[in-house]
Nanobody
Framework: QVQLVESGGGLVQAGGFLRLSCAVS????????MGWFRQAPGKEREFVAA????????NYADSVKGRFTISRDNAKKTLYLQMNSLKPEDTAVYYC??????????????????WGQGTQVTVSS
């Protein structure tokens, strides 16, 4: 049974930064792509970023490109999301996710089978 546990969320002023972490257990982490999604109140869950198994391939939503960086440490079985130049519209619960197909690093939430519990990110103006 795979477990994903996010951490690092919090309250930050606009223009600030946060680093989210996602610790993964129960699965061969370094064989799987990983993704980050977010969900704001009253909105659907949306794709943020994804990374392939080696960390050499990444994919970002246009809304975060140039501000957010996804990375991974396979030795520590941990996924990261460095978020810089945060905006109030980045406020959401952020989730890490493991895809059904190990090599999938696309942007469709339906193709991710395992999810963490989420961590709240709030950006004040």
């Amino acid at each position: 049974q795979v477990q994903l546990v996010e951490s690092g969320g919090g309250l930050v002023q606009a223009g600030g930064f946060l680093r989210l972490s996602c610790a993964v257990s129960g699965r061969t982490f370094n064989m799987y792509a990983m993704g980050w999604f977010r969900q704001a109140p009253g909105k659907e869950r949306e794709f943020v970023a994804a990374i392939n198994w080696s960390g050499g391939g990444t994919n970002y939503a246009d809304s975060v490109k140039g501000r957010f960086t996804i990375s991974r440490d396979n030795a520590k079985k941990t996924l990261y999301l460095q978020m810089n130049s945060l905006k109030p519209e980045d406020t959401a619960v952020y989730y890490c996710a493991l895809p059904t197909a190990p090599f999938y690093n696309g942007n469709r939430a339906a193709d991710f089978a395992s999810w963490g519990q989420g961590t709240q990110v709030t950006v004040s103006s």
